[in-house]
Structures are given as structure tokens and as C-alpha cells.
């Protein structure tokens, strides 16, 4: 079982809608959560952090956190076309240096 | 430069061949990680280095890869006898917290895509 568990997609939602990303991770000691996003060809970059049980809300952005479920989800509001990218989910190792991240889930908005 | 800085870029090698992939962190960041992207998946954790210490080698593949940060900034990771599963994008990514201190800000360099041949 790997660490980070995303379902790869793709996904393809139309303009407007809100687009619905999932992440399960292994190890209960987690305690930081986030979202990249990447571009093809390009390098992640950071676009959500969550730390708390609950939801975190970033623009059109919102992260969502179960702890007790071991569930991590990140919703696009009014997704636009420039939203076309991966999502990686990464999760800290608390026992470790390092972040564990998903396969990533490909989205595509549609024009 | 204001970001994390890899070369090269790109880097065609024989099988065989030994590579050795450059990262200049952003100034003043603490922590330095290396991972390998393969097509289609997520970054895979190689290595970490906490200013010129080298805390964390677990996901080093095989005995062929080394990484170095000498003076706590810049770093290098080195492939010996490159094999052709070796092909990846290595990204170098830097923060200014160690991985405890419950931040995920990693900056990634634009990493440098490994072909071998």
C-alpha cells in the first residue's frame, strides 16, 4: 500500500463547475496535508496546506480534512480552463525528512 | 536568482555513463530534497539534506546514486553507470523549515529530464 493513494483520473469537468479531487493516505501520525498543482512539463508548486480537521477555504480553493477517515479532498469552485493540470496530494512523514506524494489526479476544464 | 535553479535542463546519456545533476537553492533555505518523477507519477522521495547534512538517503535506489551538499547550499546528485530505468525528471526542491516544523512549502526547481539511452 503506498503512502499517498489518488485516484489518477482523468478528470474532466466542464467551465463553471466544481471540480472534485481525492486523496487517502496510510499513515495515521500524518499531520500536514497539501495540495501541488503542476502543469505538464513544469514543476509543482504549492497551491493548499491544511493541518486541522475541517475545511480551508483559499479563493475559489477548498481543502478538506478527515483525520479519522485518513481523507484529504480539494475543491475548484467556477473551474477554469487555466485549472487544466495535475493535482499532487502530499502528506508529511512524521517518523521522517520527507513528504510522500501521490500519483496525482489529471484534470482537464473544458471550454 | 529568486528561485530554485537546476541544470541541466535536459541530459541525454549512454547507458553506463555517469551523470551528475546540479541544484542551486533558493539563499538561506535549510532543507534540500530530492525526488524522481517518472512519466505519469508522483514524485519519489530520494533524499534530504538539512543545511550540509544529509539526514535521509532512504529512497536512494541503488549504491549508483549519491547527492552532496557541501557547504550547505548548492548540491549535486550523482548517478554512476546510468541504466535505462534510470530515466526520470529529478526535481530539487528547498524550504526554509526542516520537515517537522509543519510546513510543505517546497520550492521546486524546474528539474532536469535524465534520457538514457
Known amino acids: 500500500q503506498k503512502e499517498v493513494e489518488q485516484n489518477s483520473g482523468p478528470l474532466s469537468v466542464p467551465e463553471g463547475a466544481i471540480a472534485s479531487l481525492n486523496c487517502t493516505y496510510s499513515?495515521?501520525?500524518?499531520?500536514?496535508f497539501f495540495w501541488y498543482r503542476q502543469y505538464s512539463g513544469k514543476s509543482p508548486e504549492l497551491i493548499m496546506s491544511?493541518?486541522?480537521?475541517g475545511d480551508k477555504e483559499d479563493g475559489r480553493f477548498t481543502a478538506q480534512l478527515n483525520k479519522a477517515s485518513q481523507y484529504v479532498s480539494l475543491l475548484i469552485r467556477d473551474s477554469q480552463p487555466s485549472d487544466s493540470a495535475t493535482y499532487l496530494c502530499?502528506?508529511?512523514?512524521?517518523?521522517?525528512?520527507?513528504?510522500?506524494f501521490g500519483t496525482g489526479t489529471s484534470l482537464t476544464v473544458i471550454p | 536568482g529568486a528561485g530554485v535553479s537546476q541544470s541541466p535542463r535536459y541530459k541525454v546519456a549512454k547507458r553506463g555513463q555517469d551523470v551528475a545533476l546540479r541544484c542551486d537553492p533558493i539563499?538561506?533555505?535549510?532543507?534540500l530534497f530530492w525526488y524522481q518523477q517518472a512519466l505519469g507519477q508522483g514524485p519519489e522521495f530520494l533524499t534530504y539534506?538539512?543545511?550540509?547534512?544529509?539526514?535521509?538517503k532512504s529512497g536512494l535506489p541503488s549504491d549508483r546514486f549519491f547527492a552532496e551538499r557541501p557547504e550547505g547550499s548548492v548540491s549535486t546528485l550523482k548517478i554512476q553507470r546510468t541504466q535505462q530505468e534510470d530515466s526520470a525528471v529529478y526535481l530539487c526542491?528547498?524550504?526554509?523549515?526542516?520537515?517537522?516544523?509543519?510546513?510543505?512549502?517546497?520550492?521546486f526547481g524546474e528539474g532536469s529530464r535524465l534520457t538514457v539511452l
Open positions: 526542491a528547498s524550504s526554509p523549515f526542516a520537515p517537522r516544523e509543519n510546513t510543505g512549502e517546497l520550492f
Open positions: 499513515d495515521r501520525g500524518s499531520q500536514s
Open positions: 491544511i493541518y486541522s480537521n
Open positions: 502530499a502528506v508529511n512523514a512524521p517518523t521522517g525528512n520527507q513528504f510522500y
Open positions: 539563499s538561506g533555505h535549510v532543507s
Open positions: 539534506f538539512q543545511n550540509e547534512a544529509q539526514l535521509d
